[in-house]
């Protein structure tokens, strides 16, 4: 499946950097193929995000509606900024502090930090929630799902088992990042999201079959415009678009710093947006089936961990043996999505400190994963913790961030056309000035319309936390 074409180590190419940054430059990983660029990318992008939130807005926010509005959200804002990234981290092939520093000068270097800490704090409560997935796969595997769903989800999710689960699953991302870029991430990429796409399209075609799937889908996708015409529905859908594409924390930016000069940046972005927006949509096309097929409608108001965590085992756990199959192939699919995001989360951090501190690669991702661990005992021991860190780093940080690199790419960056013309065709040269132009004005004009909807709620989620 993978064309097995090297990307060239063409630092030299990039002609101006000095000679230990070359040596710098040519020791660091890179990607063995295309697919595996693809996969990891891809991989990064989809999980928890897809497969329970999506349906979820979708839902609340207008069904096909919602979806038709979510696709513009994904061409216009999202793969623009994606392509923005693999702007800043192919021509610097640098994680993302260095790379600002290196074409945007030290002014630029605080978005760096900004990524970094916002990789902290996601890895820190995905880990997290990631563990309780794996406790239910397994529970699913060896034990069934107890009738009482919520007492099992609190004993899940507070404690002793909700820290030794995230500590697990943090040692699991931690081993394939220590493997590094071609033996640790891509190989996991090559074998885990295939594995995922069969999965999950193997759920929605066998849950199309149950009886009752048809008011799912029917509430699925009913399409009600009047939602649309919400600013704050319109604000979360696209961070929703953000953290799904995993945009806005440099997360593609260091992936695509492990690439080369030939591969077409809008193509392989378009792909990669394609692939998640795919794997979103079909995850609606089972979960709701599911809901309804189960009469777990009531449940669908609740909060989306409680409807994930509590109502979906509740309904399992009526239909026995079948519910068990259904339940563990579910819950492995998503743990497959987490851990491939989680990498990408890990990598951020620990390209970052390779680059910064000159450490080795198996030192930077112990240290970065035991900071992220420790830091992940506060939402593994407090749910309140674990919503605010989701909704100031995946409502405020993320769009921040996507708006920095959208200002940067668009006014700051020297001739990033240049950058983003090799491995493209000289025809697509038009759409490229288009690209550059929808970063320096819609992306910001947009952006901050939506950072002035969620950062309100961002400092509400803070201030609850603290506040008592
Ligand atoms: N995109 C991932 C998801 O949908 C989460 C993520 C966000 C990963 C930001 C990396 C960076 O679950």
Redesign the pocket.
């Known amino acids: 499946m993978s064309e097995g074409h090297r990307p060239d180590p063409s630092v030299t190419a990039v002609g101006d950097a000095d000679a230990t940054r070359d040596a710098a430059a040519e020791s660091r990983g890179h990607w063995s193929t295309r697919a595996g660029f693809i996969l990891a990318a891809v991989g990064?992008?989809?999980?928890?995000?897809?497969m329970w939130r999506f349906p979820y807005v979708t839902a609340e926010g207008g069904g096909a509606a919602f979806v038709l509005f979510y696709i513009a959200v994904t061409f216009i804002m999202g793969i623009p900024i994606m392509m923005g990234e693999f702007a800043i981290g192919r021509n610097t092939r640098l994680s993302p502090i260095g790379a600002w520093r290196k074409i945007g000068g030290r002014a630029w270097v605080p978005f760096g930090y900004l990524f970094v800490l916002t990789?902290l704090i996601?890895l820190g409560y995905?880990s997290v929630i990631a563990g309780w997935v794996a406790r239910y796969a397994l529970g699913a595997l060896f034990a069934g799902f107890p009738a009482e769903a919520g007492e099992h989800f609190n004993q899940i999710a507070t404690g002793a088992p909700a820290i030794a689960f995230h500590i697990g699953f943090m040692a699991l991302t931690i081993a394939i990042v220590m493997g590094g870029v071609e033996k640790g991430i891509e190989r996991a990429s090559l074998l885990m999201m295939p594995t995922l796409f069969v999965l999950i399209v193997g759920l929605a075609v066998w849950v199309s079959t149950m009886s009752g799937s048809g008011q799912g889908y029917a509430f699925y996708l009913t399409p009600d415009f009047g939602e649309l015409l919400r600013f704050d529905i319109l604000a979360e859908a696209t961070a929703q678009a953000f953290?799904?594409?995993?945009?806005g924390?440099g997360?593609l930016l260091t992936f695509s710093s492990y690439l080369g000069k030939k591969q077409s940046l809008g193509q392989e972005a378009g792909i990669i947006a394609f692939a998640d927006f795919g794997v979103a949509f079909t995850a609606g096309l089972l979960v709701f089936p599911i809901v309804f097929a189960l009469g777990l409608q009531g449940a669908i108001g609740e909060s989306t961990v409680g409807a994930l965590f509590i109502a979906l085992p509740s309904g399992f756990a009526t239909i026995g043996t079948l519910g068990r199959v259904l339940g563990a192939v579910f819950f492995i699919a998503l743990f497959i999505?987490?851990l491939t995001?989680a990498i990408?989360?890990l990598e951020v951090v620990t390209s970052s400190i390779i680059d910064e501190k000159g450490v080795s690669r198996r030192t930077a991702a112990i240290g970065a994963g035991v900071i992220i661990g420790l830091l992940g005992l506060w939402p593994a021991t407090n749910l309140d913790a674990l919503n605010a860190m989701d909704v100031v780093a995946g409502q405020v940080f993320?769009p921040l961030g996507g708006l920095a690199v959208a200002i940067f790419v668009g006014w700051v960056m020297k001739d990033p056309l240049e950058e983003v013309m090799q491995g493209m065709r000289p025809s697509a040269r038009p759409w490229m000035v288009a690209w550059r132009w929808l970063l320096r004005i819609a992306a910001p004009v947009f952006l901050v319309l939506v950072l002035w909807t969620t950062v309100p709620a961002g400092w509400e989620a803070v201030r609850a936390l603290f506040g008592d």
């Open positions: 990064s992008a989809v999980g928890l995000g897809n990789g996601i995905y953290f799904s594409l995993s945009l924390m997360a999505g987490a995001s990408s989360l993320l």
